[in-house]
C-alpha cells in the first residue's frame, strides 16, 4: 500500500521546503530592540484553552502581548509555521520536530506542553459492536486522528510494531484525517472504524456511550512529555528577554495547573474561551482534567526527544545519526524551575549531521 509511505514522503518534503524557506530568509521576526520583541504571534486550537493563552489570562506573560492568527488542528504545520516565521512559536508532537530538525529547519525546542499521564491522554476507539479486538484486526481498517505524521500515527505504528506486524501489514492500516471536533461523530457513523480522541473531546465522548477503548498512549508508553514549544535559532538570538518571558510564564501556566482545583482551572478555562470572542462552544472544557506534562516547568529531559530519534530512523524516516539530540532543546529560557540548567550541548543552533 502506498498511504503511509507516500504521506512521510509528503511530509518530509513539506518540511524540506519549510526548511529551505526559513534558510532563504523568507520571513524576518519583527523585534523592538534590546532583546525584546512585544508580541508573540500564534495558532490555536478551536475549544481548547493552550499553555500560553491561560498563562496570559494569569498575568504571567507580562508585558508580552499573544495575537492570534488562526487555529490549526496540525502540530506539524504549527511547527513549520514557526519555522517559516509566519508565527513565533509553533508546538508539536517531538517526533515532528525530530523531523523538521532532520531538514535542517534552524529551531530549538524550549518547553515541553503536553504529554500523556493517567488523566490526560489519547485513546484509540472503536464502536462498541465493532469486531476489531486487536492490533491485526486493524488491517484494512480506516483510523481517524486529527493529523498525519505525528503523534497519533507515531502511537499507532507502535502499537501495531510491538505486535509483530510486518512493515506490509502496518502499511496496511489507513491513517486518515478528520477534524477532532468531528472525528467522534465520524465513528459514530461508520465512516471510520477507528477514532483517536484526547482530552475534552475523548471524556465527552466516553460519557457518551457506545464507545470503547482498543488502546491509549499512556498504557502504551506509560507516563511522558510528547510534544515541545519551539522558537527559531533567529528568534531566541534577537529576542531572547521575550523567550524568557514566554517560557518561563508557560512553565509557570503548568505549575498552576497542577496546583489548583480542578473546578478552577475550569472556570478559568471557560473564562478564557468566552472572552476571545471565537464562536466556540466552552462547555466541553468541563471534562479536562490534565495537560500530562510529565516534567515540572515543561523541562526538557533530552529522552523525549531521543525516543523518537531512534523511532524514525528505525522506520527509515531519516538516516541513523542524522539527527542527534544534543542542540535540539534548551532549558535555558525556563526560570520556572529553580536551578533549570540547561541539559543539551548546544544553546546556539541545533546540531546536525548531515544526511542523504
Partial sequence: ????????????????????????????TATSGGGRTGTLRYQGWAGQVTLPELAADLGYLEDVQLKWVGNTISGPQDIQSAATGQTDFGGAFNGAVVKLAANNAPIKAVISYYGADKDAYNGFYVRKDSPIRSPRDLIGKKVGMNTLGAHSEAMLDIYLQRAGLSREDREKVEPLVVPPVNTEQSLRQKQIDVAVLGGVLRDKALATGGIRPLFTDYKLLGAFSAGTFVMTDRFLKQNPDTARTFVTAVGR????????????VIDRMTGIV?????????????????????????????KELQLWIDWLAERGDIDKGQVTRAGL???????SVKNASNTSASDTSASYKSGS
Fill in 253 to 264: 501556566a503548568i505549575e498552576w495547573s497542577r496546583a489548583t482545583p480542578r473546578d478552577e
Fill in 274 to 302: 468566552k472572552k476571545r470572542g471565537r464562536n466556540e462552544d466552552p462547555a466541553p472544557l468541563k471534562y479536562w482534567k490534565s495537560y500530562g506534562v510529565a516534567e515540572k516547568g515543561g523541562l526538557i529531559t533530552g
Fill in 1 to 28: 500500500m502506498a498511504v503511509n509511505a507516500s504521506t512521510r514522503r509528503q511530509f518530509l518534503s513539506l518540511l524540506a521546503l519549510s526548511a529551505a524557506a526559513v534558510s532563504c530568509g523568507a520571513s524576518a
Fill in 329 to 335: 532543546y534548551t532549558n535555558r529560557y525556563n526560570a
